[in-house]
C-alpha cells in the first residue's frame, strides 16, 4: 500500500513539474502587473505628499505654523506613507463574480485570481499568469456577446463558478494534506491540472468566439459539468 501511496505521489509531482515549466515564461505578465501596481501606489504616495509640502509652506508664507501646525504636517505625510499599502483596486469575492457584468467577468476574474496567489502553491502561480493572458485576450470579445446567448452562459459559468470552486475547494484542505494522496487524487496535483485545463478552455471559447461559432463554444463545455465535479469534491 505504502509504494501505492509513494507512486501516486510521484506521478503527481511529475505532472506538477511539467504544467509548471510549461506555463514559467507567462509568469513575466504576473510580475509586470505587480510592479505596475506598487508603481501607481508609490505615484499616489508621491502626489499626496507633494500637495500636504506645498500646502505646508504656502500656510507658512501667510502665518507661522507653529508646533501644531508642525504635528500636522507630519501626521499628513504619515497618512500619505498609508496609500503606498492601499490596493489600487477593489477586493473581489467569488459572490461578487456571479453578480458581475459579463464584459467586466474577465477583469474582475483575474483581480480575484491575482489575490489567492499566495494561497496557493508555487506550480500553480504561473498558470494563474497564463490565465490572466487569456482573460485578457478574451475581454475584448464579450463586448460582442448577447449575454443571454448559451454561450455567454457558459463563459460565465466557467468563470464564476468552476474556476472559484476549484480554488475555494482546493483551499479547504489543510495545508499539510494537500501534497497527500486524497480519494485517489494528489489535491495539489488536482489544483494544477485543474487551472491548466481552465486556461486552455478560456483559449479555445475566445477562438471560437472570434470565429462566431458560438453553437459549438456551448455545446464544447457542456462536458465542464462533469469535469469540474472534481472541483467540488476536493474540499469534501
Known amino acids: 500500500m505504502a509504494s501505492e501511496v509513494d507512486e501516486l505521489i510521484q506521478r503527481s509531482n511529475e505532472l506538477i513539474a511539467r504544467t509548471s515549466e510549461r506555463y514559467r515564461s507567462a509568469s513575466l505578465r504576473g510580475r509586470a502587473h505587480?510592479?505596475?501596481d506598487l508603481m501607481t501606489r508609490l505615484k499616489r504616495m508621491i502626489i499626496a505628499a507633494a500637495l500636504v509640502i506645498v500646502g505646508a509652506f504656502v500656510a507658512g508664507?501667510?502665518?507661522?505654523?507653529?508646533?501644531?501646525?508642525?504635528?500636522?504636517?507630519?501626521?499628513?505625510?504619515?497618512?500619505?506613507?498609508?496609500?503606498?499599502?492601499?490596493p489600487t483596486t477593489p477586493s473581489v469575492t467569488p459572490t461578487k463574480l456571479a453578480e458581475t457584468d459579463l464584459k467586466a467577468l474577465p477583469l474582475k476574474t483575474e483581480i480575484w485570481l491575482e489575490s489567492q496567489?499566495?494561497?496557493?502553491?508555487?506550480?500553480?502561480?504561473?498558470?494563474?499568469?497564463?490565465?490572466?493572458?487569456?482573460?485578457?485576450?478574451?475581454?475584448?470579445?464579450l463586448n460582442r456577446l448577447n449575454p443571454q446567448e448559451p454561450a455567454a452562459q457558459e463563459i460565465r459559468k466557467l468563470l464564476s463558478d468552476h474556476l472559484p470552486e476549484l480554488v475555494t475547494g482546493y483551499q479547504s484542505i489543510p495545508?499539510?494534506?494537500?501534497?497527500?494522496?486524497?480519494?485517489?487524487?494528489?489535491?495539489?496535483a488536482?489544483?494544477?491540472?485543474?487551472?491548466?485545463v481552465?486556461?486552455?478552455?478560456?483559449a479555445t471559447m475566445t477562438e471560437q468566439l472570434a470565429s462566431g461559432d458560438l453553437d459549438k463554444l456551448a455545446a464544447h463545455n457542456r462536458y465542464l459539468e462533469i469535469k469540474y465535479q472534481e472541483a467540488k469534491e476536493l474540499g469534501e
Open 61 to 86: 508664507l501667510i502665518a507661522p505654523i507653529g508646533a501644531t501646525g508642525l504635528i500636522i504636517v507630519m501626521g499628513l505625510l504619515l497618512a500619505c506613507l498609508i496609500f503606498a499599502f492601499l
Open 34 to 36: 505587480r510592479r505596475q
Open 198 to 202: 481552465i486556461e486552455q478552455e478560456i
Open 117 to 141: 496567489r499566495k494561497a496557493l502553491p508555487a506550480p500553480a502561480v504561473p498558470i494563474l499568469d497564463a490565465i490572466g493572458n487569456r482573460l485578457e485576450t478574451l475581454a475584448p470579445q
Open 175 to 188: 495545508a499539510p494534506l494537500r501534497n497527500q494522496p486524497r480519494n485517489g487524487r494528489v489535491p495539489d
Open 190 to 196: 488536482q489544483l494544477v491540472e485543474g487551472l491548466s
